[in-house]
Structure formats: C-alpha cells, structure tokens
C-alpha cells in the first residue's frame, strides 16, 4: 500500500473483503456490535496508506457513512433480508430475482459511501500504520462501545 500509486478505496476494500475470515469478522461487527462495515474497511485504508485519520477526519468519515447508512444502506439491506426467506403469496422466482435487484442496490450505495470516504482522503503524509490504529480510531468515533477483540480479529485478516 504505501508504493506511489497505491489502489483505490474501492478496489481495496474488494481484496480485502476477499481474503479468509474477513467476511466473517466484518459481517460480526456489523450484525454483533453496530458498527459501519465500509467506514472500518475506509479506517483500515486510511492506516495503511499513512493517510491522517485525526479526529477531524473521523467525524467527517462517520457523518458521511451515518448518512448514506440511513438514506440507502440500511434499508436495502432490511429489504434483501426480509426477501432471503420465501413469503406468502409471493413467487419465489420473483422473490429471488427481485432480492437480487436489491442486493446490486445495496452494493451500488456502499460503492457510493467509499467513494465518498475516499473522497476525505488526502494524501499519504505518513509511513503505513497497522490497520488497528485506524479500526480503533473509527469505532471510538462510530460507537460508545469499542469492540476491541472483534477488530483486532477483523485487523489480523485484512491485508497489509
């Protein structure tokens, strides 16, 4: 990450999100703890690229996520998941292709929420720092609660 063309939030948070355990860890956090998925991959990105995450910057990144969470986020995922069991008096073929439509939804607003976290980003001003630093950071500015033992787990998996 720290070469002088390092990748895009976006294609690093899909290599991230690809390696072993990673999914597993973020969906905890997500589902377990509350906490913001793309905005601690963002948090893990900003770490490992030397971008300064001071505290300015970690209330942008939350404001940022808190609001494309609650516009679109969400509640599409609500709805993917409403639509993940089969319903009464709905065709299951229709269910599925419709869960699908809202699923590509779901992604497209994360797509949007990274890029405009990306967009926060300035430019690399310090050697890398280990993704826990950044995790920390964002989930003492996401939550009251900092589920330590969850992010040093999800930190150990992403890669460096």
């Known amino acids: 990450m720290s070469d002088s063309h390092p990748a895009s939030l976006w294609d690093w948070a899909l290599t991230a ?10 969906l905890s956090l997500q ?3 509350g906490h913001n998925v793309p905005l601690l991959l963002w948090a893990a990105w900003m770490a490992g690229t030397g971008r300064t995450l001071d505290s300015d910057m970690v209330e942008a990144g939350c404001d940022t996520a808190r609001a494309w ?3 679109a986020v969400t509640p599409l995922r609500a709805i993917r998941r409403t639509l993940k069991k089969p319903l009464p008096d709905i065709d299951d073929t229709a269910r599925e292709a419709l869960r699908t439509q809202v699923k590509a939804a ?21 050697p890398p720092a280990p993704a826990i630093e950044g995790l920390v950071a964002v989930a003492r500015g996401w939550s009251r609660v900092v589920p330590r033992p969850a992010l ?3 930190a150990e998996r992403l890669p460096a």
Do not use: M, T
Request: proline share 5%; hydrophobic share 50%.
């Open 17 to 26: 999100y690809r390696a072993e355990g990673v999914p597993e860890a973020c």
């Open 31 to 33: 589902d377990a703890h």
């Open 69 to 71: 969470d609650a516009a």
């Open 106 to 126: 779901e992604l497209a607003a994360e797509r949007h929420l990274l890029a405009g976290l990306e967009a926060l980003a300035g430019p690399q001003v310090d």
């Open 152 to 154: 040093i787990h999800l």
